[in-house]
């Protein structure tokens, strides 16, 4: 049975297409390596202003079409990870899309090379974008602002040290509770647990 047909025929990426046919293959070879090593960055471009600039000069091509180049090359490698294509169906893919054979070679090249460990990296990106790395606590008394009441107000701060799997930065949140708002996430936590062990 043949493979469903991932990469689809729109006017964008026809475009993008005949642009990709025009790159020599060794510059396109780096060009797609780029791309796959940040792939699975979300919101993070693979290329700077200043390094855009240089592959519009590399490539003879004005801005707008350099980014129809990256884009192009994005989706499809997307669709590639979503599908987690095998790399000779991605070839085939390519060339019905009418990529010149050579680069849809290298596609499939790189994709063999790289493709595994970015469908990974995707799958811990959905699964785990940030994890908890450390858990402070401190107790805070606020007096009533009021004259007339005497009244004290305990209030819980939680900070809580969370690590950014792709950037590996640490961040660090405080989460502010009353008793009765403590005791409720107390609760919800006693329930994950329980439906944690449940699993175990």
């Given at each position: 049975?043949?493979?469903?047909i991932v990469i689809p025929d729109t006017a964008s990426v026809k475009k993008g297409v005949s642009f990709i046919n025009t790159i020599d293959t060794g510059k396109f070879s780096r060009l797609l390596s780029r791309i796959l090593q940040k792939l699975h960055l979300k919101g993070e471009s693979s290329f700077t202003e200043e390094e855009e600039e240089k592959l519009q000069i590399a490539f003879s091509v004005e801005k707008q079409d350099l980014?129809?180049?990256?884009e192009t090359i994005t989706f499809i490698l997307e669709q590639a990870v979503y599908h987690n294509l095998k790399p000779t169906i991605l070839q085939q893919q390519?060339?019905?899309?009418?990529?010149?054979?050579?680069?849809?070679?290298?596609?499939?090249?790189?994709?063999?090379?790289?493709?595994?460990?970015?469908v990974e990296k995707f799958r811990q990106r959905i699964l785990s974008p940030q994890k908890l790395e450390t858990v402070g606590w401190q107790l805070n008394l606020q007096m009533a602002?009021?004259?007339?009441a005497k009244q004290k107000s305990p209030q819980a701060v939680l900070?809580?040290?969370?690590?950014?799997?792709?950037?590996?930065?640490?961040?660090?949140?405080?989460?502010e509770?009353?008793?009765?708002?403590?005791?409720?996430?107390?609760?919800?936590?006693?329930?994950?647990?329980?439906?944690?062990?449940?699993?175990?």
């Open positions: 049975m043949a493979a469903p980014h129809l180049v990256l390519l060339e019905h899309s009418h990529v010149d054979h050579d680069k849809a070679e290298v596609f499939a090249t790189t994709w063999a090379a790289a493709g595994p460990d970015t602002q009021s004259t007339q900070e809580l040290g969370v690590i950014n799997q792709d950037s590996k930065n640490m961040e660090k949140m405080f989460v509770f009353n008793h009765q708002e403590l005791f409720e996430f107390y609760n919800k936590l006693e329930t994950i647990q329980a439906q944690l062990d449940s699993l175990t």
